[in-house]
């Protein structure tokens, strides 16, 4: 009997993104499209100046401008190379943009519409064409023409502000979450505008801030402070809960997290840790009596002996076994070899000719039953595909040859 052929789960087969952004928001975004079944077209500048495609990895990959910043959100995109500042650059630009459905930048606001390919620019011989504009600030305010990167945001955002440890002060989070925040709400507003435009064709404009990206992320502590005045941050490592019997303590090797928010769960590490000492305190939370400072340090300084008397993986074993949250405290190397990451959808395999070796790079983090997604195409080398993608709008080889010639276009093929 022949076996079943999984399905291809794809739902933005036959939608085409142009994509001018640059750096990671912008890219990882139309990564995520990508993933999904649309057909991306990263048009990228003739100066090569985007520094992610010389980020990371090996010199040989580097050299290559397949960094591993780039290969990591890259992949399966087809890349054209256009000096937008010509007015031929511009001109082919609109040709492309008859047959897309978006439109993905992350220029500074203005950028764009001086180069005569913003949205009012785009909706003129696209009319029902979906424009999203990616950046710092926003369009508008007393900071929108700032310039931003993910570690700027942090700090001015309130973030860096709640993280760290009181004596060492604010400390930015350890991979750019701002630029990835950011990029997966301008997928939320792609989809969303796709989905409209099946009831109403008219031109949509979408206006995607990191900062407010952000912000919308962190109700729960906004709130608290308009209602209390109360602001949160610096707590180390102590839980969202506030439980004194959540934290991360360290063992004989190494450090593990511990979240017992629940009294239930305060009860349960009690009898697993043999602190039966602790059990009052724990019937006072029931109680629902406070704890007070002292009590919550009292807490802290027994579980912190228990802890350091053992090792890492043991207590995420036994706290494990006793329905309590804890985990040892891993580097990615670590977590990326660990077997519940094989068991999940999140890496998917990647050719990379250029420097003929695989690597394995993060895809989409959910699956859908039954069904598989698409095999991943190499990553392009810049303008790989700028001759396929002239030749596709109309353009002879010989008027894409003059435009290689006078500069207007380049492609890494010849």
Not at 86 to 96: I, P
Not at 139 to 151: C, E, I, K, T, V
Not at 152 to 166: K, R, V
Not at 398 to 409: I, N, P, Q, T, Y
């Amino acid at each position: 009997m022949q076996a079943q052929q999984t399905k291809t789960f794809a739902p933005l087969n036959g939608i085409r993104v142009l994509d001018i952004s640059h750096v990671l928001a912008g890219p990882f975004a139309t990564y995520q499209l990508g993933l999904l079944g649309a057909d991306v077209i990263r048009v990228e500048r003739i100066a090569g100046d985007d520094f992610v495609r010389y980020h990371g990895g090996t010199e040989a990959m580097k050299s290559a401008g397949l960094g591993a910043s780039f290969l990591s959100q890259n992949a399966s995109k087809k890349s054209i190379c256009l000096d937008l500042k010509s007015d031929q650059g511009k001109e082919l630009f609109l040709r492309l943009a008859t047959g897309a459905d978006v439109i993905m930048e992350n220029f500074r606001p203005g950028v764009v519409d001086r180069l005569g390919v913003g949205f009012d620019a785009i909706k003129a011989v696209k009319p029902d064409i979906i424009y999203c504009s990616l950046s710092g600030y926003g369009q508008r305010g007393p900071l929108a023409g700032a310039p931003a990167y993910d570690h700027i945001l942090q700090g001015i955002s309130g973030m860096m502000a709640m993280t760290g440890e009181p004596a060492g002060g604010p400390m930015r989070v350890g991979f750019p979450v701002v630029d990835y925040i950011a990029g997966q709400a301008a997928v939320n507003a792609i989809l969303a505008a796709l989905m409209q435009r099946n009831q109403d064709s008219s031109p949509r404009h979408l206006e995607i801030s990191m900062l407010g990206s952000l912000i919308s992320l962190m109700g729960a502590y906004s709130v608290d402070w308009e209602t209390t005045g109360h602001l949160r941050g610096l707590e180390g490592n102590k839980a969202f809960s506030g439980s004194p019997f959540s934290d991360c303590f360290q063992t004989s090797d190494g450090l593990v997290v511990v979240t017992a928010n629940t009294i239930a769960q305060a009860y349960a590490i009690c009898a697993c840790l043999n602190a039966q000492n602790l059990v009052p305190l724990v019937d006072h939370m029931a109680a629902g009596k406070k704890l007070t400072e002292a009590e919550s340090a009292t807490i802290s300084e027994d579980l912190r002996k228990r802890f350091a008397a053992s090792g890492s993986m043991e207590m995420e074993q036994r706290l494990t076994e006793a329905q309590v949250p804890a985990a040892k405290v891993r580097d990615l190397g670590e977590i990326l070899q660990h077997p519940q990451t094989a068991a999940l959808p999140v890496m998917r395999n990647l050719n990379v000719p250029e420097l003929d070796r695989q690597i394995t790079v993060p895809a989409l983090a959910f699956e859908s039953k039954g069904e598989g997604f698409e095999e991943l195409k190499p990553a392009p080398t810049m303008g790989r595909d700028t001759i396929g993608i002239l030749m596709e709008a109309g353009y002879t080889r010989s008027e894409v040859d003059g435009f290689l010639k006078s500069g207007v276009a380049y492609s890494d093929q010849g």
